[in-house]
């Protein structure tokens, strides 16, 4: 029904989710769900200090062919201000393709469900972390997110996501069955594949500390 991030096969997408409302009894409740991280991109910009949140969007998106590049068109956008000043405010930018995001919108509005946010794995899953107590403002932390289909790393520091990295694996799901309890998911390569797969992520981790530590905090994080 979904790959990668995009609808392939709406009606039985509808079909699926007009099922589980009936049984839930959730006909015209709000939703707030997660969008695929594949497709969003996050950045730090500046922004004059004297608009408010839509003149802001309104100056981002005129930035678009300028000062501010991003690897697509027509973005859905949003931003936290993570510093004030005089003149510019630091904002954290998200930027998500409209036409990866306006299609679920419609489906889950023709399923009688009320779109409310569209919010990232990433967030949600450290604001439970912090409602945990399980973070704290001055540490630098590093979430690793290990699905079936993708690998999504981001550092948060001062309770705000500072560097992120989706990894896809292109199909690897394909490789995956489900346990006779429908509780596990195995994977059913041989361990001679299974071994260098592992332990390429495990590099890919690796590396990504080393560029965080060496590049984004020019050496000034310990490991």
Not at 9 to 20: E, H, P, Q, S, W
Not at 83 to 104: C, H, M, S, T, V
Not at 169 to 176: A, S, V
Request: proline letters at 4%; a negative charge; glycine letters at 4%.
């Amino acid at each position: 029904m979904i790959e990668e991030g995009k609808i392939i096969d709406r009606k039985k997408l509808a079909v699926t989710l007009k099922n589980i409302i009936e049984e839930k009894k959730w006909k015209g409740r709000n939703l707030y769900f997660i969008v695929p991280d594949s497709s969003v991109t996050m950045r730090s910009e500046q922004i004059p200090a004297s608009l408010n949140k839509e003149e802001a969007k309104s100056y981002i998106k005129l930035q678009l062919e300028g000062s501010i590049r991003l690897p697509f068109k027509n973005p859905l956008i949003d931003y936290h201000i993570t510093n004030k000043g005089e003149e510019k405010n630091d904002i954290l930018l998200f930027a998500y393709p409209e036409d990866r995001l306006q299609p679920y919108f419609e489906i889950f509005t023709e399923v009688t469900l009320n779109p409310v946010v569209a919010d990232l794995s990433f967030l949600s899953t450290y604001r439970v972390c912090s409602e945990l107590g399980l973070s704290s403002e001055e540490q630098h932390l590093l979430m690793i997110q290990w699905n079936r289909y993708d690998l999504v790393l981001t550092v948060f520091h001062q309770n705000l996501p500072i560097f992120n990295r989706h990894i896809n694996f292109h199909n690897m799901f394909e490789n995956y069955i489900s346990a006779e309890n429908n509780e596990q998911i195995l994977w059913k390569q041989p361990e001679d594949v299974r071994q260098p797969f592992i332990e390429d992520q495990l590099l890919t981790m690796e590396r990504f500390m080393d560029f965080y530590q060496y590049s984004v905090r020019n050496g000034g994080m310990r490991k």
